[in-house]
């Protein structure tokens, strides 16, 4: 009985596998363009988009969640919030300028990087300073 319920396992791992390569193949193919060579097929890596910023939106992402928590620990003031929030509403409109021509150039990626460093200073400058949200005060 054991044997049987093993051959039955085995059997379908096999089948999700070749399922799972078919479906990652058919992926591959329709992303990555092939050049035959004599000795073999090599695959070619799909070309760099000039407009993409992955780096540029992971750090937005991660100072947003800066202020997040600074906000709900109370490290941040509303007013100081607001502020940092302006902040970086500028520093995507940047962004979405940059790419309206179809190409984020060296150059302004170079001033959104100095930009989102300032932006990051402020953070923590404004988190690590004397003012404290005030605490809600309950209702008797």
């Known amino acids: 009985m054991k044997s049987r319920i093993v051959s039955v396992l085995v059997a379908f791992v096999l089948v999700a596998c070749a399922a799972w390569t078919s479906a990652a193949q058919q992926t591959s193919t329709t992303t990555q363009s092939t050049t035959t060579t ?5 695959t070619t890596p799909p070309a760099k988009n000039p407009n993409a910023t992955p780096v540029i939106n992971k750090r937005q992402q991660n100072q947003k969640e800066r202020i997040q928590q600074g906000v709900k620990s109370g490290e941040l003031t509303k ?10 509403k500028e520093i ?7 790419k309206a021509d ?6 302004e990626r170079k001033e959104i990087r100095k930009d989102e460093r300032k932006a990051s200073r402020d953070i923590a400058k404004q988190k690590h300073d004397a003012q404290k949200r005030p605490k809600a005060r309950k209702k008797p």
């Open 38 to 42: 004599p000795a073999a097929t090599q």
């Open 79 to 88: 007013h100081e919030a607001k502020k940092l929030r302006k902040e970086e």
């Open 92 to 98: 995507r409109e940047e962004k979405r300028e940059a």
């Open 102 to 107: 179809g190409t984020v150039t060296k150059e």
